[in-house]
Nanobody, 123 residues
Framework: QVQLVESGGGLAQAGGSLNLSCVAS????????MSWFRQAPGKEREFVAV????????SYGDSVKGRFTISRDNAKNTVYLQMSSLKPEDTAVYYC????????????????WGQGTQVTVSS
């Protein structure tokens, strides 16, 4: 049974930092590309960051580039998202997602999803 469990969300002030984690189980983690997406109320799900299954390529959405960092630890089946210089517009539910051996930015390409963790940034 595949499970992705996010944690680390919460309330932060603008300019602050938060670190998210996503622990995966039930599949071969090291063969899957891992991504973070986010969805704010009334908006479509937005690509945030991706880390390739070989852990050699990362890519970011324009709105978070230079502020967020994705990393993964294949030994721990965990992907991380370090968020800094947070802005109120970063407020959203953040989801981790997995896709087998491919790089993708479209939510519909991803097979496995976590339940999400809320991030709220106050001004």
């Amino acid at each position: 049974q595949v499970q992705l469990v996010e944690s680390g969300g919460g309330l932060a002030q603008a300019g602050g930092s938060l670190n998210l984690s996503c622990v995966a189980s039930g599949y071969s983690f090291s063969r899957y590309t891992m991504s973070w997406f986010r969805q704010a109320p009334g908006k479509e799900r937005e690509f945030v960051a991706v880390s390739s299954w070989r852990n050699d390529v990362t890519s970011y959405g324009d709105s978070v580039k230079g502020r967020f960092t994705i990393s993964r630890d294949n030994a721990k089946n965990t992907v991380y998202l370090q968020m800094s210089s947070l802005k109120p517009e970063d407020t959203a539910v953040y989801y981790c997602a997995a896709i087998f051996a491919a790089m993708a930015r479209r939510p519909n390409d991803y097979r496995y999803w976590g339940q999400g963790t809320q991030v709220t940034v106050s001004s």
